[in-house]
């Protein structure tokens, strides 16, 4: 069955330090997104990507964030300078159709902010 | 008030038993609505998914939507050990590029 693949499963970065999260969405899949849960809490939209383009965006990602798609498959999500607060899993998801909601996610990539 | 409100549980059931998982919500945009599973640790994996009202049944699993009353459910039949989980609702307006709305989600334990 075909999946969200996600690297690292787990990060630890110092404060400060920049990360890039990675991401092989679903083959014929065109819609792209990041999600994050902090840990105990909801699991959060950030942001969603389509042809090259952030389609749309939350409060939350803020200058501090950026996603790329650098290949036929990748999908990064970089986060400069990070802040103890960004300790958070960060899920990957990507969808077929625009605005039905079926989204399959990835295991998600955790990541430690020391 | 909460855009989407889901009781955190946890909810404990004995094997076979029925499971009954709720979400309310107070924006009447939303049209997509779907239950998602997830495992310690893990990411959110799709179990159930219904544009507007009405009833949608997959194996054990059983979703509602009432949009009269913004209520959702999903009904979980003879439950299995395998099924203790958290189980996220989550919901989509359908007009801003799959941004979904989770709730928080309810831990469910299945006894053996």
């Given amino acids: 069955e075909p999946e969200v693949t996600q690297t690292p499963s787990h990060q630890v970065t110092q404060m400060g330090q920049e ?4 991401c092989v969405p679903i083959s014929n899949h065109l819609y792209f997104y990041w999600y994050r849960q902090i840990l105990g809490q909801k699991v959060e939209f950030l942001v969603s990507f389509y042809n090259n383009e952030i389609s749309e965006k939350s409060e939350i990602f803020d200058d501090q964030f950026s996603v790329e798609r650098p290949d036929g498959s990748n999908f990064t999500l970089k986060i400069r300078s990070t802040k103890l607060e960004d300790s958070a899993m960060y899920f990957c998801a990507s969808s077929e159709g625009h605005n039905t909601g079926e989204l399959f996610f990835g295991e998600g990539s955790r990541l430690t902010v020391l | ?8 549980g946890p909810l404990s059931v004995p094997e076979g038993a029925i499971v009954s998982l709720n979400c309310t919500y107070s924006n009447s945009a939303f049209q997509y609505f779907m ?24 194996g054990r699993f059983t979703a509602q939507v009432d949009k009269s009353s913004k209520y959702i459910s999903l009904f979980i039949r003879d439950s299995q050990p395998s099924d203790s989980a958290t189980y996220l609702c989550a ?22």
């Fill in chain 2, 91 to 112: 919901m989509s307006a359908g007009n801003a590029g799959n941004m979904l709305t989770f709730g928080g989600g309810t831990r469910l334990m299945v006894k053996p």
């Fill in chain 2, 35 to 58: 239950w998602y599973r997830q495992y310690s640790r893990k990411g959110p994996e799709l179990l159930m998914y219904t544009y507007s009202s009405g009833n949608k049944e997959d």
């Fill in chain 1, 19 to 22: 990360v890039i999260l990675r």
């Fill in chain 2, 1 to 8: 008030q909460k855009e989407v409100e889901q009781d955190p």
